[in-house]
């Protein structure tokens, strides 16, 4: 049985605002057998729903001879434990039900500690309703505090410790991701595509670079950030990374589980925001994801949104696509499925990317091997033009803003070197001082 209170300012139709809990339920194998709702200014502080509408609830459980009840809301440990009480039912939450999915779809050894750890957090405070053993009494050598400590006390410091090892643990994985994530952002430019679940952010993936990334039609089919290589014609090859999707009212817990996860999309030069457009709240998905991108401390200055799925959108309902494009001018359309829009889109994304880079070459001496060395490894270099006498080499190359203007400052990595900058017309010397021409340049 679902079940949603909401609030009556809820701009979403009332047939339609338990269609993502429906989604969630069919992922977790949950047959659906009924529905109910209420709308009210607050939920009630001990129930959630008014009182006469649990005894409705109650009812309609009974009559359809469903054995679980799950709510759209995140219930408290007393919430929880009074419905459980009043229905005679198994109580779940929205929480706790993307907790369940999360878990059955952990691959990597990361994921399952992260869903592990959020959800060890989440039913620290719920221990009491967990366990019918609570009066149980546990004593004897070896038991810590001797006889007359209660099995929901041993319970909640066994939880403690494993809280902590997991935190030590990804903390641990966290380190080692940083520094990969360090050394892949400096060697090669990033993308990271981010969106609500199931926005078809694998397929666009698997679309754009070619690689055999899992797909399904289901929420939460991707946890693990996966990186491919993604050539852009007529531009580079760029590292192209998907990340888990989000979801309204995602749990505190799991959001900051997955931080490191979300390392990628932190560190990414360019942002891909994946939206499905034929979904009638792809809107209200978009906050949704700014939300928890701002609350993770990712930055969204540099993001281009791309609506995805246009193909089922113009096929169900068209102005939803027109709505969205209308309201997001810069946006890029797509369908991944089709191939709809991708040669646009990756026109779009070297557009940005290269409003980014400094194109120059650089003018020194074979004897340099520092700055030569510093340039095929931070640059796109894309041809050496040497002197006649072998004594001077031109390097063209195109360089990051950020690699710029280290390299602007750093007097002994340019010593003896002249700087030029490429423009339309050819090479251009700016001037024979190294230090400043490539801080012109930017």
């Not at 009559?63 to 709510?71: E, N, P, R, Y």
């Not at 009491?128 to 009066?135: F, G, I, M, S």
């Not at 041993?154 to 030590?168: N, W």
């Not at 033009?385 to 390097?395: H, I, K, L, P, Q």
Request: aromatic share 4%; charged share 30%.
């Amino acid at each position: 049985m679902l079940v949603g209170v909401y609030d009556p300012d809820d701009a979403r139709p009332v047939d339609r605002r338990l269609d993502e809990l429906k989604g969630l339920a069919k992922t977790a194998g949950v047959k659906v057998v009924g529905e109910l709702t209420q709308s009210r200014p607050n939920p009630h502080p001990g129930l959630c729903l008014g009182t006469g509408k649990v005894q409705e609830l109650t009812t309609l459980a009974k009559s359809t001879g469903c054995d679980l009840i799950v709510f759209d809301n995140n219930l408290s440990p007393a919430q929880g434990r009074n419905l459980e009480k009043e229905t005679e039912s198994i109580i779940v939450d929205r929480s706790e039900l993307i907790l369940d999915i999360f878990a059955g779809t952990a691959r990597t050894h990361e994921a399952k500690l992260q869903v592990e750890l959020a959800q060890l957090l989440y039913f620290k405070p719920r221990l009491k309703r967990l366990w019918t053993h609570l009066e149980r009494i546990e004593g004897g050598i070896g038991s810590g505090r001797g006889p007359g400590e209660k099995q929901l006390e041993t319970d909640r410091r066994l939880v403690e410790k494993r809280i902590a090892e997991l935190k030590k643990k990804l903390t641990e994985i966290e380190g080692r991701r940083e520094r990969e994530a360090d050394r892949r952002t400096e060697l090669q430019t990033t993308v990271g595509m981010v969106g609500y679940t199931n926005a078809g952010k694998s397929t666009l993936t698997r679309a754009l670079t070619g690689a055999d990334v899992y797909v399904a039609d289901k929420l939460f089919a991707t946890l693990d950030t996966r990186t491919r290589r993604w050539t852009i014609p007529d531009f580079d090859t760029v590292l192209l990374s998907d990340t888990v999707g989000f979801v309204r009212d995602l749990p505190h817990h799991l959001v900051a589980s997955f931080r490191s996860t979300l390392e990628e999309a932190r560190r990414a030069d360019l942002l891909l925001h994946v939206v499905d457009s034929s979904d009638a709240e792809a809107e209200q998905h978009i906050e949704t994801v700014y939300e928890v991108l701002e609350e993770i401390g990712v930055p969204t200055d540099n993001m281009l949104l791309v609506l995805n799925k246009a193909d089922a959108a113009r096929a169900n309902d068209r102005s939803i696509l027109d709505g969205l494009v209308h309201d997001h001018p810069e946006a890029v359309v797509v369908s991944a499925t089709e191939g709809e829009g991708l040669a646009d889109l990756e026109e779009a994304v070297a557009r940005r990317l290269a409003g980014g880079y400094v194109e120059a070459a650089v003018d020194t001496t074979p004897a340099n091997g520092r700055l030569l060395s510093f340039l095929q490894e931070h640059a796109d270099v894309h041809g050496e033009d040497w002197a006649e006498a072998g004594d001077r080499v031109t390097v063209r190359c195109r360089l990051s803003r950020r690699w710029a203007d280290k390299l602007a400052h750093d007097a002994d990595l340019l010593s003896g070197t002249s700087v030029l900058r490429l423009v339309p017309g050819g090479p251009e010397r700016v001037e024979e001082n190294a230090a400043a021409p490539l801080a012109a340049a930017g």
